[in-house]
């Protein structure tokens, strides 16, 4: 059982987890109610963790967490309606129309 990372707070720490969870790995989160003693311990000591329960699985859980924490930020013009969509959008909110794919197509 490695660490994968420290969670500024219980909530992201849960969120990460479940994330994992649906990617196919075994995690955990440990620490999960230390906060109420970090005076009593030093504060980065009582954050929350995320740990993976197969070592071998520790570099694809952290490359999964990394593309979850930072999806793709993309721009693109909406072909139905105009709209200029910025983010990692893959439907145009203004009007449902699908994101076109690279090349041209649909």
């Known amino acids: 059982m490695k660490r994968l990372v420290q969670a500024p707070n219980l909530a992201l720490a849960t969120l990460w987890a479940d994330m994992l969870r649906q990617g196919g790995f075994d995690v955990s989160v440990q620490r999960a109610y230390t906060s109420s003693i970090a005076g009593e311990i030093p504060p980065d000591q009582a954050l ?5 329960a197969d070592d071998a699985q520790l570099d694809a859980a952290r490359a999964l967490l990394q593309q979850l924490r930072h999806p793709p930020f993309r721009r693109w013009v909406c072909t139905s309606c105009g709209e ?7 439907q145009c909110w203004q009007c449902g129309a699908a994101m076109p794919e690279p090349g041209g197509g649909r």
């Open 48 to 52: 929350p963790e995320v740990w993976v």
């Open 84 to 90: 200029l969509i910025e983010g990692p959008f893959d």
